[in-house]
């Protein structure tokens, strides 16, 4: 089953909005969640991860909320462009270091 | 610092055939982790390998099998291929197991 939740399964935006992506967890054992922006045809690629330790992070128009009581992060993406249209995937790290990760959410960006 | 590598970028096969993945890791990352990707079951975990040993397996039939050489370059295999065998196969490579993923391009793998 899905380690790790994520929801909405696709949103659209205008130019400038601020999509949030929202994931949940159940297993206390993930200690690293990193956010995945994966384009069509390419590999995912690492955008930004959080400890549980940390409320939040920052890096560039990316932003993560961590919830650690309810066991729930978020992505907001700031600004949005059109150029941020892709697919994203949120992720767990358990004490292996394996990832799980959530069933992605496609976001598109209106102009 | 190069990127992970994959090869082939596309490979068509027929059911029955056999095939071999290969990936080579960023320079001096020591683990390297395959993935599964299709649409319908989203990013699956293959294994993982560190130092040239298995660390971790995921759900799948023994048909997939996978090992690390000396270099920390990988090879992923699947044998009897099947038509939902038809995914894009990604690398992932990290210094260590506990660290940070960096994925490849992925290899397109087409079962027909």
């Known amino acids: 089953q899905q380690q790790v939740k994520q929801s909405p399964q696709s949103l659209i935006v205008q130019k400038g909005g601020i999509p949030i992506i929202n994931c949940a967890y159940e297993?206390?054992?993930?200690?690293?969640f990193p956010w995945y922006q994966q384009f069509p045809g390419k590999g995912p690629a690492l955008l930004i991860a959080?400890?549980?330790?940390?409320s939040e992070k920052k890096e560039g128009r990316f932003t993560i909320s961590f919830n650690k009581s309810a066991k729930q992060f978020s992505l907001h993406i700031m600004d949005s462009q059109p150029g941020d249209s892709a697919t994203y995937f949120c992720?767990?790290?358990?004490?292996?270091?394996?990832?799980?990760f959530g069933a992605g959410t496609q976001v598109v960006v209106t102009p | 610092k190069a990127g992970v590598t994959q090869t082939p970028r596309y490979l068509i096969k027929t059911r029955g055939q056999q095939v071999t993945l290969s990936c080579s890791p960023i320079?001096?990352?020591?683990?390297v982790s395959w993935y599964q990707q299709t649409p319908g079951q989203g990013l699956q975990f293959l294994f993982e390998?560190?130092?040239?040993?298995?660390?971790n397996k995921g759900n799948f039939p023994g048909r997939f099998s996978g090992r690390q050489f000396s270099n920390s370059r990988s090879e992923m295999n699947v044998s009897t291929l099947e038509l939902g065998d038809s995914a894009l196969y990604l690398c992932?490579?990290?210094?260590?197991?506990?660290?940070?993923?960096?994925f490849g391009p992925g290899t397109r793998l087409t079962v027909l």
């Open positions: 297993n206390t054992a993930f200690d690293y």
């Open positions: 992720a767990a790290t358990d004490s292996w270091g394996k990832l799980q």
């Open positions: 992932a490579s990290s210094l260590a197991y506990r660290g940070l993923w960096f």
């Open positions: 959080i400890r549980p330790d940390v």
């Open positions: 390998y560190f130092s040239e040993t298995q660390r």
């Open positions: 320079s001096g990352h020591r683990s």
